[in-house]
């Protein structure tokens, strides 16, 4: 691309990122508006509290409701253009039914009654108090429906409201809550490169390291999939991709049936997160062409905006709202090129022992017992500069990292893929100078370097093509589509040696089944690492420790973890307790709700309120057709773990200093540790880590799927086999956390990492052998 070609769409990513209203139109009735209104502002009312005695900022954030603000037009244009789940028929018709008195009287029985006439009234009429006494009993409510309409309705209606931003990228309560907003070192970076290069307007940038810069070391591979396809052709040719125009015969009939341009390649692969890059790289440095397809955009540093709502909207698959069909739990994946490394917590940790150990012997993979895997684990080590040093640590971090030493509990550094300086929270929506080494800046960098590798961004793919040859069936290419902001999509097909699926665990079984496939493996054993949180409030006090300053969103997002409930000696199977990313959309929303003043009152601790979540290697299992279905059972066993570790972060967090400490249960458990007595102290946190997980007032996280297309000897018990191959098709590798035979226990990007560059060897080794050119589409 050109520099101006490049500035024109650094420009337009500037404006889908900066904020402003979301561009999903709404398509919800006047009546089911009416009752999302009236919802909302059950949820986020405006309230009075000039008696109280509080500064302006606060009053103006109390007084602002969810309707002021705007929030139900962002909601409606969400659940009518964003949200894919196959609840939201159900919602839509809840929602016209509480528009109505006999609806509101079905669902909420005997609480819209009222002694003044009609007597039964609808949802948006009755008072406040009574609106909020019914979502707070839909809560805790023994149905299932009841329940998963307020947590739909919670999560939706806060995180949007504390992430959506004006013209001005501000936030009504951000002020109010100690939220600074993006951060500011960036921005005001980006306002000194800005104005500089508003003097040197007209001169032309003649060093590709300053281009690289601006624009990320990827600008010269990246394709403009928008172009002409004779400006597409050129540029694939200059590149020694050849293109032909013809029509094939096998793409799916729903797609389109004009010609189409078809690129040949060796190796084509199917998203570009921690498992298809590292195949891409080593491929591309073998000297093999490779088209690198990736669903999401690219966002180069000068691009991002670190804004929540806007970043989470375009960088996260499904705009971060993917959740099981009984919502009770949510998941967090990547979808932008460098995947879940471009948006990941930078912990990179290599594969524990316990678990090579298990894979090998009781799964028989020989593969984690070699020297290959070792070596592998050296190399993406290596490539991303993983180091366990830390200059400044932010408050989550000391929080754990004081409570452990306080109380004897084992507690280390996590090694990570950024310097020891790396203070930065804001990494979950893209590093904003590059020190995190996701990999759009190290193995897609190293296919860039080659000059044997381009990637597609914004490119979606529809099935994998096959043929047969000798009575087996043999990968021959991909199809797929590009939006071409013309409301259609443009079709295209990449003819390739080999074929490498790694679009996540997710998604890549949706691919694989559309394409034809049909192991019973694909699409199940779904493993998540399912977490339970707990939250201490640190007032900003003379503690005498150095972390009385700090705000919870500052600094690394992961630098100390704590193993006292890992089981790591045992069975593996238990629990680590690490700390989360939460900016004001996502605390918001893993905070219960007791009421209107409830949530305000604790956001406005926001800034000083520190989180620690416990995270099972679950034994619970899922099934995967997303975004159709997505189901997920959490084991007792996962539970047991989750509670086991929930009471330790109790523990921590109160010895740490915490002035008051608490869960997310929708009951709103908490405790001022300063005032309780040790009787009380105990009776407390054995309690709120006794209670179900089902009762929690929002979805149980996940930001790690795993196990969907599992790694076996056989394909009785599994999808691919040790090469990473499918049992069914030849040249079909899977490259991705979906091979992974069971849950990792642990963070997983050095583990897909060392997978797929040893599945990257096997490739070679395929192609090596002769794999012949396919035959024509």
């Known amino acids: 691309m050109t520099e101006s070609e490049m500035t024109r769409n650094g420009n337009e990513t500037h404006r889908l990122l900066r904020g402003g209203k979301f561009p999903y139109l709404s398509t919800l009735s006047s009546r089911e508006m009416e009752s999302l209104n009236a919802i909302c502002d059950a949820f986020l009312p405006s309230i009075d509290i000039s008696g109280i005695g509080k500064d302006n900022r606060l009053k103006t954030f109390y007084g602002t409701s969810a309707s002021m603000a705007g929030t139900p037009e962002l909601l409606g244009g969400f659940m009518s253009g964003r949200l894919q789940h196959p609840a939201i028929g159900l919602l839509r018709v809840a929602l016209w039914f509480l528009s109505t008195w006999y609806g509101t ?301 306080e109380l004897g509990y084992p507690v280390n550094n996590i090694p990570r893929n950024s310097p020891a300086d790396h203070y930065c929270g804001w990494c979950h929506l893209g590093c904003k100078d590059g020190k995190k080494k996701g990999t759009q800046e190290t193995w897609l960098v190293d296919s860039v370097a080659s000059g044997n590798a381009v990637i597609l961004p914004g490119c979606t793919a529809l099935k994998v093509l096959q043929e047969t040859d000798k009575g087996r069936n043999v990968a021959t290419g991909v199809v797929f589509e590009y939006k071409n902001g013309k409301g259609s999509k443009d079709v295209y097909v990449v003819e390739s040696k080999v074929t490498i699926v790694a679009c996540g665990a997710l998604t890549t079984p949706v691919l694989l089944k559309r394409s034809g496939l049909r192991n019973p493996n694909i699409g199940k054993h779904l493993h998540i690492h399912p977490t339970a949180m707990a939250w201490g409030y640190f007032p900003v006090k003379p503690y005498g420790w150095p972390e009385e300053e700090k705000k919870s969103y500052e600094g690394g997002i992961m630098t100390a973890m704590s193993t006292v409930v890992a089981n790591f000696d045992t069975s593996g199977y238990g629990a680590v307790i690490q700390t989360p990313s939460l900016h004001p959309g996502m605390f918001s929303v893993v905070m219960p709700w007791m009421s209107g003043f409830d949530i305000k009152e604790r956001m406005s601790k926001f800034s000083r309120t520190a989180h620690l979540f416990a995270l099972a290697r679950d034994k619970g299992e899922g099934n995967v057709n997303y975004p159709k279905s997505l189901k997920y059972r959490l084991d007792a066993v996962d539970e047991e773990n989750l509670n086991r570790g929930l009471e330790k972060a109790l523990r921590i967090l109160a010895a740490a200093g915490a002035e008051e400490i608490g869960t997310h249960h929708c009951k709103g458990y908490r405790l001022n540790v300063k005032r309780a007595s040790s009787e009380e102290f105990e009776m407390f946190v054995k309690e709120a880590s006794s209670r179900s997980l089902r009762d929690l007032s929002t979805p149980i996280n996940s930001a790690h799927q795993m196990g969907s297309c599992r790694m076996g000897i056989n394909p009785k018990q599994s999808a691919v086999n040790q090469r990473g191959e499918t049992w069914e098709v030849e040249g079909l590798f899977v490259g991705d956390t979906s091979v992974f035979p069971t849950a990792l226990g642990v963070n997983p990007m050095v583990t897909v990492q060392a997978i797929s560059y040893c599945t990257a060897h096997s490739i070679i080794e395929f192609l090596l052998n002769g794999r012949k050119s396919p035959k024509k589409l």
């Not at 010269?220 to 013809?246: C, W």
């Not at 000297?287 to 806007?310: D, I, T």
């Not at 967090?332 to 995947?339: E, I, K, P, R, Y």
């Open 105 to 405: 009287f079905v669902i909420c029985g005997l609480a819209s009654f009222s002694t003044k006439f009609p007597y039964i009234h609808s949802f948006p009429q009755l008072t406040q108090e009574r609106q909020e006494e019914i979502l707070l009993s839909w809560s805790f409510s023994s149905s299932f429906l009841h329940r998963m309409f307020f947590k739909c309705l919670k999560y939706l209606t806060l995180r949007l409201f504390f992430s959506q931003v004006d013209e001005n990228n501000h936030n009504v309560s951000w002020e109010a809550i100690g939220y600074c907003g993006p951060d500011p070192d960036f921005i005001n970076h980006k306002l000194e490169e800005a104005c500089k290069r508003q003097q040197e307007e007209g001169r032309q940038i003649e060093k590709e390291e300053e281009e690289a810069e601006r624009f990320g070391p990827l600008y010269r591979a990246l394709l403009d999939m928008e172009k002409p396809n004779a400006v597409i052709i050129q540029t694939l040719q200059k590149a020694g991709f050849p293109v032909s125009i013809h029509h094939p015969r096998n793409i799916p009939s729903s797609s389109s049936s004009s010609p189409c341009l078809s690129i040949s390649c060796d190796a084509v692969v199917v998203g570009s997160g921690s498992g298809g890059s590292v195949i891409a790289g080593v491929l591309a440095k073998a000297g093999y062409k490779v088209v690198v397809l990736e669903k999401g955009n690219y966002f180069a540093r000068h691009s991002l905006s670190l804004l929540e709502g806007p970043s989470t909207d375009h960088m996260y698959e499904g705009g971060g709202l993917i959740a099981t069909d009984d919502v009770g739990a949510l998941f967090l994946a990547g979808s932008t090129v460098g995947g879940g490394s471009a948006i990941n917590w930078s912990a990179s940790i290599p594969t524990p022992a316990h678990v090579t150990e298990e894979w090998s012997n009781k799964y028989g993979l020989e593969m984690f017992s070699s020297k290959a895997y070792k070596q592998a684990l050296d190399v993406v080590c290596e490539r991303m500069g993983v180091q366990s040093e830390i200059n400044q640590e932010g408050l989550n971090n000391a929080v754990l990292r004081r409570g452990c030493l």
